[in-house]
Protein backbone atom coordinates (compact mmCIF):
# COMPACT_ATOMS: atom_id res chain seq x y z
CA UNK A 1 0.00 0.00 0.00
CA UNK A 2 1.15 3.47 -0.57
CA UNK A 3 2.40 5.26 2.62
CA UNK A 4 0.98 9.13 2.79
CA UNK A 5 2.52 11.51 5.10
CA UNK A 6 1.96 14.73 5.98
CA UNK A 7 3.92 17.90 7.56
CA UNK A 8 3.53 19.65 9.42
CA UNK A 9 0.98 17.59 12.82
CA UNK A 10 -0.17 20.53 13.73
CA UNK A 11 0.20 24.25 13.05
CA UNK A 12 -1.12 27.42 15.41
CA UNK A 13 -2.33 30.33 13.05
CA UNK A 14 -4.60 32.97 13.47
CA UNK A 15 -7.41 34.67 11.47
CA UNK A 16 -6.26 36.04 7.97
CA UNK A 17 -2.81 33.84 8.46
CA UNK A 18 -1.69 31.96 4.88
CA UNK A 19 -1.27 28.23 6.34
CA UNK A 20 0.41 25.57 4.53
CA UNK A 21 -0.06 21.77 4.78
CA UNK A 22 2.15 19.62 2.97
CA UNK A 23 1.72 15.86 1.98
CA UNK A 24 4.17 13.28 0.56
CA UNK A 25 3.20 10.07 -0.79
CA UNK A 26 5.68 6.75 -0.45
CA UNK A 27 5.90 6.57 -4.14
CA UNK A 28 4.23 8.86 -7.37
CA UNK A 29 0.54 9.38 -7.57
CA UNK A 30 0.72 11.68 -10.27
CA UNK A 31 -1.95 13.96 -9.38
CA UNK A 32 -4.15 11.50 -7.11
CA UNK A 33 -5.08 13.22 -3.94
CA UNK A 34 -7.60 14.52 -2.55
CA UNK A 35 -8.09 16.87 0.47
CA UNK A 36 -10.34 16.50 3.58
CA UNK A 37 -11.41 19.16 6.20
CA UNK A 38 -12.68 17.40 9.60
CA UNK A 39 -14.07 19.28 12.31
CA UNK A 40 -14.52 17.21 15.79
CA UNK A 41 -17.65 14.85 16.22
CA UNK A 42 -17.88 15.23 12.06
CA UNK A 43 -17.63 13.20 9.02
CA UNK A 44 -14.68 14.87 6.99
CA UNK A 45 -15.38 16.42 4.02
CA UNK A 46 -13.80 16.58 0.80
CA UNK A 47 -12.35 19.99 -0.37
CA UNK A 48 -9.95 19.30 -3.37
CA UNK A 49 -9.78 15.92 -5.81
CA UNK A 50 -7.25 15.40 -8.28
CA UNK A 51 -4.53 17.33 -6.15
CA UNK A 52 -5.99 20.78 -7.19
CA UNK A 53 -9.97 20.43 -8.44
CA UNK A 54 -11.90 22.59 -5.50
CA UNK A 55 -15.28 20.91 -4.53
CA UNK A 56 -18.45 23.05 -5.21
CA UNK A 57 -19.00 25.02 -2.48
CA UNK A 58 -15.80 24.99 -1.11
CA UNK A 59 -14.26 28.36 -0.54
CA UNK A 60 -12.05 29.74 -2.97
CA UNK A 61 -9.75 30.50 -0.49
CA UNK A 62 -8.50 26.57 -0.42
CA UNK A 63 -6.34 25.78 -2.80
CA UNK A 64 -4.25 22.55 -3.84
CA UNK A 65 -0.79 22.13 -5.86
CA UNK A 66 1.32 18.96 -7.00
CA UNK A 67 1.67 16.22 -8.51
CA UNK A 68 4.28 12.94 -8.58
CA UNK A 69 4.83 12.43 -4.66
CA UNK A 70 4.86 16.13 -3.10
CA UNK A 71 1.34 18.07 -2.46
CA UNK A 72 0.47 21.09 -0.47
CA UNK A 73 -2.65 22.29 0.27
CA UNK A 74 -2.89 25.97 1.09
CA UNK A 75 -5.06 28.39 3.18
CA UNK A 76 -5.22 32.11 2.47
CA UNK A 77 -6.41 34.53 4.47
CA UNK A 78 -7.52 32.10 7.32
CA UNK A 79 -10.91 32.10 8.45
CA UNK A 80 -12.74 31.07 12.30
CA UNK A 81 -14.85 28.37 10.32
CA UNK A 82 -11.28 26.87 9.03
CA UNK A 83 -9.88 25.35 12.47
CA UNK A 84 -9.82 22.38 12.07
CA UNK A 85 -8.23 18.77 11.24
CA UNK A 86 -7.17 18.48 7.53
CA UNK A 87 -6.09 15.22 5.84
CA UNK A 88 -4.36 14.18 2.65
CA UNK A 89 -5.67 10.63 0.64
CA UNK A 90 -3.84 9.20 -2.28
CA UNK A 91 -6.34 7.91 -4.85
CA UNK A 92 -3.86 6.41 -7.41
CA UNK A 93 -3.89 2.92 -6.24
CA UNK A 94 -6.56 0.29 -4.06
CA UNK A 95 -6.98 0.78 -1.25
CA UNK A 96 -6.95 4.26 -1.23
CA UNK A 97 -4.73 5.66 2.40
CA UNK A 98 -4.73 8.27 4.19
CA UNK A 99 -2.19 10.82 5.52
CA UNK A 100 -2.06 10.93 9.35
CA UNK A 101 -3.44 14.96 9.51
CA UNK A 102 -2.60 17.91 10.19
CA UNK A 103 -4.83 19.62 12.67
CA UNK A 104 -5.06 23.51 12.64
CA UNK A 105 -5.62 25.78 15.81
CA UNK A 106 -5.70 28.74 17.11
CA UNK A 107 -2.87 30.70 17.91
CA UNK B 1 -30.69 13.49 -1.50
CA UNK B 2 -27.51 11.32 -1.36
CA UNK B 3 -26.55 10.04 2.00
CA UNK B 4 -25.41 6.95 3.93
CA UNK B 5 -26.86 6.28 7.08
CA UNK B 6 -24.70 3.80 9.54
CA UNK B 7 -26.36 1.39 12.16
CA UNK B 8 -25.15 -1.63 14.09
CA UNK B 9 -22.58 0.65 16.46
CA UNK B 10 -22.30 -0.18 20.42
CA UNK B 11 -20.42 -2.59 22.65
CA UNK B 12 -19.19 -5.13 22.28
CA UNK B 13 -16.92 -7.71 24.62
CA UNK B 14 -13.58 -8.63 23.18
CA UNK B 15 -13.94 -11.70 21.24
CA UNK B 16 -17.41 -11.04 20.29
CA UNK B 17 -18.88 -9.97 16.97
CA UNK B 18 -20.92 -6.97 15.79
CA UNK B 19 -22.55 -6.28 12.33
CA UNK B 20 -22.68 -2.83 10.70
CA UNK B 21 -25.04 -1.68 8.13
CA UNK B 22 -24.60 0.91 5.75
CA UNK B 23 -28.14 2.11 4.17
CA UNK B 24 -27.22 4.21 1.28
CA UNK B 25 -30.48 6.90 -0.23
CA UNK B 26 -30.57 8.44 -3.72
CA UNK B 27 -27.85 6.36 -5.49
CA UNK B 28 -27.13 2.62 -6.07
CA UNK B 29 -24.52 1.34 -4.13
CA UNK B 30 -23.45 -1.63 -6.27
CA UNK B 31 -22.29 1.19 -8.70
CA UNK B 32 -19.95 2.31 -6.51
CA UNK B 33 -16.53 1.49 -4.86
CA UNK B 34 -17.69 1.74 -0.94
CA UNK B 35 -15.17 1.41 2.01
CA UNK B 36 -15.38 1.15 5.83
CA UNK B 37 -13.02 3.43 7.71
CA UNK B 38 -12.65 4.01 10.89
CA UNK B 39 -10.96 7.04 13.13
CA UNK B 40 -9.74 5.95 17.03
CA UNK B 41 -11.06 8.87 19.09
CA UNK B 42 -8.24 11.89 18.97
CA UNK B 43 -6.57 9.88 16.02
CA UNK B 44 -6.63 9.93 12.12
CA UNK B 45 -8.44 8.10 9.21
CA UNK B 46 -7.69 4.28 8.80
CA UNK B 47 -9.34 2.32 5.83
CA UNK B 48 -10.38 -0.91 7.25
CA UNK B 49 -12.22 -2.43 3.94
CA UNK B 50 -13.37 -1.64 0.35
CA UNK B 51 -15.18 -3.36 -1.87
CA UNK B 52 -15.41 -2.73 -5.47
CA UNK B 53 -18.31 -2.48 -7.55
CA UNK B 54 -18.31 -5.64 -9.39
CA UNK B 55 -18.00 -7.07 -5.77
CA UNK B 56 -14.60 -9.42 -7.02
CA UNK B 57 -12.29 -6.84 -5.46
CA UNK B 58 -12.36 -6.98 -1.69
CA UNK B 59 -9.45 -5.52 0.57
CA UNK B 60 -8.71 -5.78 3.86
CA UNK B 61 -6.35 -3.78 6.23
CA UNK B 62 -3.83 -6.49 7.95
CA UNK B 63 -5.08 -5.67 11.37
CA UNK B 64 -8.53 -6.77 10.36
CA UNK B 65 -7.66 -9.40 7.89
CA UNK B 66 -9.56 -12.31 8.97
CA UNK B 67 -11.97 -11.19 11.42
CA UNK B 68 -13.71 -8.38 9.64
CA UNK B 69 -16.00 -9.58 6.12
CA UNK B 70 -17.65 -6.82 3.88
CA UNK B 71 -20.43 -7.20 1.81
CA UNK B 72 -23.39 -5.76 -0.27
CA UNK B 73 -26.64 -6.40 -0.51
CA UNK B 74 -27.36 -5.17 -3.87
CA UNK B 75 -31.79 -5.86 -2.99
CA UNK B 76 -31.58 -3.46 0.22
CA UNK B 77 -29.36 -0.83 -1.19
CA UNK B 78 -27.07 -1.79 1.78
CA UNK B 79 -23.24 -2.08 2.95
CA UNK B 80 -22.29 -4.54 5.66
CA UNK B 81 -19.23 -5.29 7.62
CA UNK B 82 -19.66 -8.23 9.91
CA UNK B 83 -16.81 -7.72 12.83
CA UNK B 84 -15.73 -10.98 14.60
CA UNK B 85 -13.22 -11.65 17.30
CA UNK B 86 -13.29 -7.94 18.06
CA UNK B 87 -10.51 -6.70 19.84
CA UNK B 88 -10.15 -3.68 22.29
CA UNK B 89 -8.02 -2.05 19.71
CA UNK B 90 -11.01 -2.53 17.27
CA UNK B 91 -12.52 0.80 19.32
CA UNK B 92 -13.22 3.00 17.09
CA UNK B 93 -16.12 5.52 15.02
CA UNK B 94 -16.82 3.49 11.52
CA UNK B 95 -17.70 5.45 8.36
CA UNK B 96 -19.71 3.86 5.77
CA UNK B 97 -18.00 5.92 2.83
CA UNK B 98 -18.11 6.02 -1.21
CA UNK B 99 -15.56 6.33 -3.65
CA UNK B 100 -16.85 8.90 -6.38
CA UNK B 101 -17.48 8.19 -9.70
CA UNK B 102 -14.13 8.81 -10.99
CA UNK B 103 -12.31 6.73 -8.34
CA UNK B 104 -10.64 9.87 -7.39
CA UNK B 105 -11.76 10.90 -3.95
CA UNK B 106 -14.26 9.84 -1.42
CA UNK B 107 -17.50 12.04 -1.39
CA UNK B 108 -20.43 10.83 0.68
CA UNK B 109 -19.55 9.93 4.24
CA UNK B 110 -21.68 8.64 6.72
CA UNK B 111 -22.17 9.83 9.82
CA UNK B 112 -20.45 7.07 11.82
CA UNK B 113 -21.47 4.83 14.21
CA UNK B 114 -19.13 4.07 17.44
CA UNK B 115 -17.95 0.48 18.35
CA UNK B 116 -16.28 -0.05 21.59
CA UNK B 117 -14.63 -3.01 22.85
CA UNK B 118 -14.39 -3.61 26.29
CA UNK B 119 -15.14 -6.10 29.36
Known amino acids: DIQMTQSPSSVSASVGDRVTVTCRASQGISNWLAWYQQKPGKAPKLLIC???ILQSGVPSRFSGSGSGTDFTLTITSLQPEDFATYYC?????????FGPGTKVDIK | EVQLVESGGGLAQPGGSLRLSCAAS????????MYWVRQTPGKGLVWVSC????????RYADSVRGRFTISRDNAKNTLSLQMDSLRADDTAVYYCVRVTAGRDAFDIWGQGTMVTVSS
Open chain 2, 51 to 58: IKNDDRGT
Open chain 1, 50 to 52: RAS
Open chain 1, 89 to 97: QQANSFPFT
Open chain 2, 26 to 33: GFTLSSYW
